[in-house]
């Protein structure tokens, strides 16, 4: 049974979201703050965080930001705030996907059940199938597919679960012209929701790890008005 953390103040939305997970057979932990809701994700093992974005005692920025240091479990962010600069800095900072409030609950279960659904097929058996010397090379850069782990002149970068799969799968289809959408649903698998603008943020973030110069890319060029290209 996937075990869910909820980091929400509204005790009533709390309450609403963990009632609807439970009946899909999620087990679910709730916090109220934000430093309960970071210790707990911390001192236990969980599959999924639901965060909230106006935390009381530290905001959701935070416990994303401190969570993504030493874990790589999808995390949904919500907020009441509509504001794009919001949504582009919380995916920055690692999270998965962000959904604005007022949504359905049963939209929630669908997204989480999606984020699990891609996590798990990514990180479970077909990891433990790949052979030990499962690598990508390409001038300097190394990704180590079996242990999930990126190198760039020797020196290891953090990557986050979808920043990984975005990076690996353009530098296994070099020269190839993919666009935002194809790259949104072959690596968040969820064609039906979610928002394309994650595309644009990871590859940013990707970028600011692997590039020594952003303006002038080494290896994930933009072709403007049609996507991005992995160079060899």
């Given at each position: 049974m996937s075990k869910i953390l909820i980091i929400?103040?509204?005790?009533?939305?709390?309450?609403?979201?963990?009632?609807?997970?439970?009946?899909s057979d999620f087990?679910?932990?709730?916090?109220?703050?934000?430093?309960?809701?970071?210790?707990?994700?911390?001192s236990e093992s969980f599959d999924l965080i639901v965060l909230d974005l106006m935390l009381p005692e530290m905001d959701g920025f935070e416990v994303c930001?401190?969570?993504?240091?030493?874990?790589?479990?999808?995390?949904?962010?919500?907020?009441?705030?509509?504001d794009d600069i919001d949504k582009i800095r919380?995916?920055?900072?690692?999270?998965?996907?962000?959904?604005?409030?007022?949504?359905?609950?049963?939209?929630?279960?669908?997204?989480?059940?999606?984020?699990?659904?891609?996590?798990?097929r990514l990180v479970g058996a077909g990891v433990i199938n790949k052979s030990e010397n499962d690598t990508v090379e390409i001038r300097g850069?190394?990704?180590?597919?079996?242990?999930?782990?990126?190198?760039?002149?020797?020196?290891?970068?953090?990557?986050?679960?979808?920043?990984?799969?975005?990076?690996?799968?353009?530098a296994e289809n070099p020269n190839h012209v993919f666009t935002k959408e194809e790259l949104f649903r072959e690596i968040w698998d969820m064609e039906s929701i979610g928002?394309?603008?994650?595309?644009?943020?990871h590859i940013k973030?990707?970028?600011?790890?692997?590039?020594?110069?952003?303006?002038?890319?080494?290896?994930?060029e933009t072709i403007w008005g049609v996507g991005y290209r992995f160079k060899v």
């Open positions: 929400e103040d509204e005790t009533d939305i709390a309450d609403l979201e963990k009632d609807y997970l439970e009946l087990e679910v932990a709730v916090c109220n703050t934000g430093l309960s809701g970071l210790q707990k994700a911390q930001r401190q969570v993504r240091q030493t874990q790589n479990i999808p995390i949904i962010m919500v907020s009441a705030k509509k919380g995916l920055g900072l690692g999270a998965d996907d962000y959904m604005t409030k007022p949504f359905s609950p049963s939209e929630l279960v669908a997204r989480v059940k999606a984020h699990l659904s891609r996590y798990e850069l190394r990704i180590d597919k079996t242990a999930r782990r990126v190198f760039i002149e020797g020196e290891e970068k953090i990557f986050t679960t979808k920043e990984f799969d975005l990076l690996t799968f353009l928002d394309i603008a994650t595309v644009t943020v973030k990707i970028r600011e790890k692997i590039e020594k110069d952003n303006s002038k890319p080494d290896y994930i």
